[in-house]
C-alpha cells in the first residue's frame, strides 16, 4: 500500500469514528441546520429534481431535506448499486410509498423491481455523501468509487454544465487539503449545518 492510499484509509477511520461519535441531540441540530444552509442556495432552491441518500455510520441526515422538498414538489431520488454494472450507481424515485430494502452494505434504498429510474445526468442536483472534504471541490468517500463511476461523464462535458454535484457533511469533516486523483470528480462546493463551502470559481 502507498503512503497516500496509506493517508486516506487513515483519514477515512479517524473521520468515520468523529462522526458516528457524534450524539443524537447533535445529529439532530446538524440536519436542522444543513436544511437552513441548503435553503439559501440558489443552485438548490432551483432544482426541480434532486438525489439524496438515506444517512448511515453518523453521515449528516438528509431527512429533513428530503420532508422539505416533498413539501415543495421537488421530486426526490435515492441512489441504489446497480445490479449489473459493477460499482455504479442508479438512481429511483424515493416517494412516501416506496419500499425500501437494505444493500449489502446495510445502507436502506429502494428495491428496484418496477422502479422508475432516472439516469444520472437527468438530475438538476445530486447531494453527495462523503467522509472528508476540502474548500476546493475535494471529496473523500467510502472508498468504492461510486459516485465517482457514474459522475465520471462530467470530466468530458463541458464544466458548468448538467448535472450539479454538491456534498453534505458535519462541518468537523472539513480538512485543510486533499489530494486528488485523476478519477475524482470535483464538487460544486459543500454544504454543512453551519455554512455552504463555494468551490466553483
Ligand atoms: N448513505 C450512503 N449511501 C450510499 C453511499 C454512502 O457513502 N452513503 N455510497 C457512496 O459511495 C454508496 C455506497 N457505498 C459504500 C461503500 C462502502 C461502504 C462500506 O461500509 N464499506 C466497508 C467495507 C465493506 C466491505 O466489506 O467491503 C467499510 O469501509 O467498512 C458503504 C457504502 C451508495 N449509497
Ligand atoms: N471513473 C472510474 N473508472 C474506473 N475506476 C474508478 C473510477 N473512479 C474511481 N475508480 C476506482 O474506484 C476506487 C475507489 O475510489 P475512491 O477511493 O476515490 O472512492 P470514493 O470516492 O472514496 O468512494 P465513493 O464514491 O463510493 O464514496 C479506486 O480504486 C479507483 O481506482
Known sequence: MNKATDFKQNLRRQMRKARRSLT???Q???AHGLLA???RLTQFRRSRTIALY???DGEISAEQVIDYCRKRGKQCFLPVLHPVRHNRLWFIEYKKETVLTK???GIKEPSVIRAPRRPAWALD???LPLVAFDDEG???GMGGGYYDRTFAFKQSWRKDRGTRLIGLAHDLQKVDQLTTESWDIPLEGVATEQRFYNAAQ
Do not use: C, D, E, M
Open 24 to 26: 443524537p441531540a447533535q
Open 28 to 30: 439532530r441540530q446538524h
Open 37 to 39: 444552509t441548503l435553503r
Open 54 to 56: 438515506l444517512a448511515s
Open 103 to 105: 444493500n449489502i452494505y
Open 125 to 127: 442536483l445530486v447531494l
Open 138 to 140: 475535494g471529496r473523500l
